[in-house]
């Protein structure tokens, strides 16, 4: 059986695992867009979070087996269409993640200094698309907008002292940026309550460990409603509870505690954006005070009518992601994800697309943690052996080798002996400035990574 997995996250990687536990001798090709593996693992997860990027060693062992083939700067759309591949494999399996961000569509949300916490991210983590942002971060306070996992990064990032990134592989353009960093107060502002937070106890923990930055929450805006109480005692809440008891504790810091030199957090409840002032660039955002309304884990918020300006000098919009539709699969605009029951993919009436399968968050958007996505996939790929046993796959029409095709098509493809060689190259070059990494982010950066390196070539060997 010849399968294709489109993207090397953890869910393609997990979608490989699975198949190659159940079928020996599996011929499996994976195409990624980028020149190196791992997805979110590699471009999202934040650089201090080192130990959670060891995951990595898994895949490595996945890439490893025999008859798993990897393509790296290979993309789907650009370099092979979907066509391509269903002539030549059995099954392809989607898991492309979800490649754009939510906006928060509010007037002025295209002021200079209103940013995007997914570009952020991807900038600071020195991914090549995003190399040539700029963040002004010339101001003292910055806003993010969410009260996910996300949003805790964004800010961390913003106010860790500088000394403790340096030794990480955070992109050495985000580390210079942030060294000139002004920014000395973060608001991490939620439209929701605390209960209803989406952060996780340990993400929240860090702001009380984390070197000369204050955490603050006002009383006011810690309070509870009859729904959430309810939310808090129930055996689902133990995560929001953990974290109430957290904000309790920085709701006793005085805000006249921090000195004007140190630098501070302040997590703000039941606000909602309504508009970014400001006459050239953001100089203050527009809140709405909201109330809860709705049942017990199903709280919705409310404007109250009651606004007000929070003076700030940049907004990051940490509002969720959501995935871009492949052409020619069938997907819901709304939720942004592929059409599917269980990871095989079906059209609007519910038809099945033969052969095509999906998983990880192009299949249920964009939550979950790393680990997730390994259920998820073994999923899609149990969907997908019943398939084949039922006999729904049909022989693919082409025999040759996708290789052969993107050769002709002039596509400078990696294997992935050319990636252990470039993470070799990044580990080494970081090494030199005490660096956990030094990324190749630019692909002139990679061609000549590739050169240095003794015996290598820029095109598929195996
Ligand atoms: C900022 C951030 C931080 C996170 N931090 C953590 C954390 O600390 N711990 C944790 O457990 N989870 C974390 N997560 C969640 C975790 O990263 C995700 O659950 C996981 O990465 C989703 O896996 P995926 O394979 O579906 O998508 P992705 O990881 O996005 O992988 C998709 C892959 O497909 C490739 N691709 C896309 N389109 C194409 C195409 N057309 N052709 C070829 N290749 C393509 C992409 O380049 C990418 O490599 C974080 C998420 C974000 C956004
Ligand atoms: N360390 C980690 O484990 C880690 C790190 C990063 C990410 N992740 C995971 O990656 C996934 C994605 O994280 P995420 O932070 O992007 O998403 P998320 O957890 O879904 O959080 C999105 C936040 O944005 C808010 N929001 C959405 N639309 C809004 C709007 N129009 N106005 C105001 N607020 C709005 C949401 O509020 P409502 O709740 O009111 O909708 C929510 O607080 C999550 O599963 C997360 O746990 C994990």
Redesign the pocket.
């Known amino acids: 059986m010849r399968i294709a997995i489109?993207?090397?996250?953890?869910?393609?990687f997990y979608a490989a695992e699975a198949v190659q536990k159940k079928v020996p001798g599996v011929a499996i090709d994976m195409?990624?867009?980028?020149h190196a593996?791992?997805?979110?693992?590699r471009y999202?997860?934040?650089p201090d979070?080192e130990k959670?990027k060891s995951v990595t060693k898994v895949f490595d062992m996945v890439a490893g087996k025999p008859g798993l083939r990897w393509f790296g700067q290979?993309?789907?759309?650009r370099d092979i269409q979907l066509e391509d591949l269903t002539r030549r494999y059995h099954a392809v399996v989607l898991?492309?993640?979800?490649?754009a961000s939510r906006r928060l569509g509010i007037p002025g949300d295209d002021k200079p200094g209103s940013y995007n916490a997914?570009d952020f991210?991807a900038w600071y983590n020195g991914h090549p698309d995003f190399r040539h942002l700029q963040f002004d971060l010339s101001g003292e306070t910055a806003v993010v907008v969410g009260h996910g996992?996300?949003a805790l990064?964004v800010a961390r990032i913003l106010l860790k002292p500088v000394d403790e990134l340096a030794s990480t592989e955070i992109a050495s353009h985000a580390l210079e940026a942030l060294r000139n960093s002004k920014v000395r107060k973060v608001c991490v502002v939620g439209r929701r309550g605390p209960a209803q937070a989406k952060f996780t106890n340990k993400e929240l923990a860090e702001f009380e460990q984390l070197a000369g930055v204050t955490a603050m929450v006002r009383d006011d805006e810690l309070t509870f409603n009859e729904a959430s109480r309810f939310e808090l005692e129930s055996p689902a809440g133990d995560e929001a509870r953990r974290n109430v008891v957290l904000l309790r504790k920085f709701s006793d810091v005085a805000a006249d505690a921090v000195s004007p030199n140190e630098r501070c957090i302040e997590f703000r409840f039941c606000l909602a954006p309504v508009r970014l002032e400001g006459n050239d660039e953001v100089e203050a955002l527009v809140l709405e005070r909201t109330a809860l309304t709705g049942s017990a884990f199903q709280q919705g918020s409310r404007g109250t009518g009651e606004f007000f300006l929070m003076p700030c000098h940049a907004v990051f919009a940490s509002v969720g992601?959501k995935g871009v539709a492949?052409a020619n699969v069938p997907f819901d605009a709304r939720a942004a994800t592929v059409r599917h029951v269980n990871g095989r993919i079906v059209d609007e009436s519910g038809v099945q697309q033969p052969g095509l399968y999906c998983t990880?968050?192009?299949k249920r958007g964009?939550s979950?943690?790393?680990?997730?996505?390994r259920n998820d996939s073994v999923e899609t790929v149990a969907t997908l052996l019943a398939d084949l046993q039922a006999g729904a796959l049909g022989e693919p029409a082409a025999g040759d080798d996708i290789a052969d095709l993107l050769r002709d098509r002039g596509v400078d493809f990696l294997d992935f002996q050319a990636w252990s060689r470039l993470d070799a190259f990044e580990k080494q070059t970081g090494a030199r400035s005490g660096k956990a990494r030094e990324k190749l982010v630019q692909r002139h950066e990679v061609r000549a990574a590739l050169q240095a390196v003794a015996g290598s070539s820029l095109t598929c060997t195996t």
Do not use: C, K, M
């Open positions: 489109i993207g090397s996250g953890p869910s393609g195409f990624e867009r980028l593996p791992y997805g979110l693992v999202g997860v934040a979070h959670l290979v993309e789907l759309g898991a492309t993640g979800a490649q997914a991210v996992n996300v990064d992601y492949p990880g968050w192009i964009p979950g943690v790393i680990g997730t996505n």
